[in-house]
């Protein structure tokens, strides 16, 4: 059973920046698909980036691209998020996700992930 972790979210003003972690423990998430996905208060979850296994193909959000910067180190079994830019309507849970598919592409459907971490708050003051 994999059990993922974010880590890093906080309160930051707009224009700040954050880096989001995302680590795995109890089985291995090296050379699958992994994906960041958030919620905001009263609305559904949404995609926000996908990383494919190998770390060199990604897809992002409209709402996000050009800000926000998905990667992996597959040798510490993590995931990263790097958001830059952000404003009051980033504000949400941000989740990791993972797909147990191996050498798989990206995806933006929630569905498809097998295991989903606990969630990290990130609030943007405006």
């Known amino acids: 059973q994999v059990k993922l972790v974010e880590s890093g979210g906080g309160l930051v003003q707009a224009g700040g920046s954050l880096r989001l972690s995302c680590g795995a423990s109890g089985g291995s998430v090296n050379n699958r698909p992994m994906a960041w996905f958030r919620q905001a208060p009263g609305k559904e979850r949404e995609f926000v980036a996908a990383i494919n296994w190998s770390g060199g193909g990604t897809s992002y959000a409209d709402s996000v691209k050009g800000r926000f910067t998905i990667s992996r180190d597959n040798a510490k079994n993590t995931v990263y998020l790097q958001m830059n830019s952000l404003k009051p309507e980033d504000t949400a849970v941000y989740y990791c996700?993972?797909?147990?598919?191996?050498?798989?592409?990206?995806?933006?459907?929630?569905?498809?992930?097998?295991?989903w971490g606990q969630g990290t708050q990130v609030t943007v003051s405006s």
């Open positions: 996700a993972a797909k147990m598919e191996l050498y798989g592409g990206t995806y933006d459907g929630a569905r498809v992930y097998d295991y």
